[in-house]
């Protein structure tokens, strides 16, 4: 069966989302195009060295090529949840990354997990063999802004004890920086001044 691939050159809106309670999210890449929506399922560190690269292209690409892209403290306009529902097409496997000169366009593209190996010449192309894939065509200020955004989603998942930096369970944690012992103290104490400081 030939291969899917789903194209949006002008996306009304590219963003990464979560559902479910900090601790317990699932993440998700979603694109829409006028009517159409497509809902990717991929893991927290993918959404968040996807958002990474893409601060690294711009930077390369305003360097390279002199061309001029926004800075990386650009305003999140979006915050948006998702759109729902929120019906995966597929699990993201594979991501590839591009900069389409002629146009001036950053080139996401997405594929499926596949259980055989992926052969790499059919990362942004299109080929009729290989796997299912979501291809995304970004302005530069679409891409910073998706970066933007996705760092404050990775962000706001659970707060990080203040001693080892791991996140912090509702129902508890058990610091590696007490080898294991679990005591009822307020972490508070451990990281406000004292007044007799």
Known sequence: MPRAIHIFRSPDRFVAGTVGEPGDRTFYLQAREG????????????????????????????????????????????????????????????????WEADTGVVVVELLAVTETPLDESVVLDDATEGPDAVRVFLSPEQARKFSAR???????????????????????????????????VDLRLLVEPHEDD
Do not use: W
């Open 35 to 98: 009517k159409r929506l497509i809902s990717v399922l991929l893991e927290k560190q993918q959404v968040n060295i996807l958002a990474d690269r893409i601060g690294t292209l711009l930077t390369e690409v305003s360097r390279r090529f002199g061309t001029e892209v926004p800075t990386a403290d650009v305003s999140v306009d979006d915050m948006d949840p998702l759109q729902m529902p929120v019906d995966s097409e597929f699990r993201v496997g594979t991501m590839g990354l591009g």
């Open 150 to 184: 996705t760092a404050l989603i990775v962000e706001s998942g659970r707060a990080p004890c203040p001693l080892c930096g791991e996140p912090l369970d509702a129902l508890g944690h058990i610091c590696v920086r007490t080898n294991g012992y679990h005591r009822d």
